[in-house]
């Protein structure tokens, strides 16, 4: 509709960022090695048919907007995760996603 157009946001979800809920129940047991628990990192993913129907155990790995590349990997076993499953989608082309995802 052209009364919507500059209205909405692509988002930046470059890459498979979702886990089941037993791999994220796995990740939460864990520690780390700067203490913080993984419920920082990996936290619950709703979607609409979560909400009017049956939950998917979905969830996903979400860092604070500024966490830096170094401050990321002390969550051991999200940041491996993204690792080998995101940055290789997010480096593709000319575009770097990847330090869109941690800061430098």
Known sequence: ???NA???FEGT???DFDISGELARQWLRQPN???KPNSKVVKPW???QDLTGRSSDTWIV???AKTTEADAALYELPFAYLHSHVKP???VGNRNYW???VAA
């Open 1 to 3: 509709m052209p009364e």
């Open 6 to 8: 500059n209205s909405s």
């Open 13 to 15: 979800k470059y890459g």
């Open 33 to 35: 090695p700067h203490g």
């Open 46 to 48: 709703r979607n609409g």
């Open 62 to 64: 979400d860092y604070e």
């Open 89 to 91: 989608v997010r480096l």
């Open 99 to 101: 330090t869109a995802l």
